[in-house]
């Protein structure tokens, strides 16, 4: 079945700095999903990738889907304290969201 | 639009019981999934309904059920409960019209089993 990996786990950030997340697929995907989950919430929806080699921007978030549509990730430019939670990235596949285990992003101030 | 609600927030149990746990849908939303969060484990999904249907399993024993009422709202139950079972149960809603739609969380259930 679609495994969804994503690396790496725990990503600790001095805030202003850049970091990225990646999530790799062992099938092509028709779509990929990222979502956030704040510690003690639940996980809210970012973004949405169709199209190979598609990339999006949210402020300072940056979205990009591989070409083969086998992988993404996430680069976060100018971290802030905002940014702490978990990362997940979801694979499509027949309305069934894989999702990968998640970055979890600390931020020290 | 009132975001999808779920009940109760926290719940505790010992090994052997049963819970049902309650998922009320953003209102016009068909679709209502359910997963399983655990720190272990990751999100893992438990199973989707639609139109009172299941329409998707993820790999969890028979222990785990559903089912989805006539006005899109959703229970899961869990029988013959083991330490296992403790995690975040989140519930999600969508409309399903495409698979390409967004899905919207509900803020969990914790079961803890002791």
């Known amino acids: 079945g679609q495994q969804v990996m994503q690396i790496p786990q725990y990503q600790h950030v001095q805030e202003g700095e850049d970091f990225t997340t990646y999530c790799n697929s062992s099938t092509t995907l028709s779509n990929i999903q990222w979502y956030k989950q704040r510690p003690g919430g639940h996980p809210v929806f970012l973004i949405q990738l169709v199209k190979s080699g598609e990339v999006k921007k949210q402020k300072r978030l940056t979205f990009q889907f591989g070409e083969a549509k086998k992988n993404s990730s996430l680069h976060i430019t100018a971290t802030q304290t905002t940014d702490v939670g978990t990362y997940f990235c979801a694979g499509i596949s027949d309305y069934k969201l894989s999702f990968g285990a998640g970055t979890t992003v600390t931020v020290r101030a | 639009k009132a975001g999808v609600t779920q009940t109760p927030r926290y719940l505790i149990k010992t090994r052997g019981q049963q819970v049902t746990l309650s998922c009320s849908p953003i209102s016009g939303h068909r679709s209502v999934s359910w997963y399983q969060q655990t720190p272990g484990q990751g999100l893992q999904f438990l199973f989707e309904y639609f139109s009172e249907t299941q329409r998707n399993k993820g790999n969890f024993p028979g222990r785990f059920s559903g089912r989805q009422f006539s006005n899109s709202r959703s229970e899961m139950n869990v029988s013959t409960l083991e330490l296992g079972d403790s995690a975040l149960y989140l519930c999600?809603?969508?409309?399903?019209?495409?698979?390409?739609?967004?899905?919207?969380f509900g803020p969990g259930t914790r079961l803890t089993v002791l």
């Open positions: 999600a809603s969508s409309p399903r019209t495409s698979v390409y739609n967004e899905q919207f």
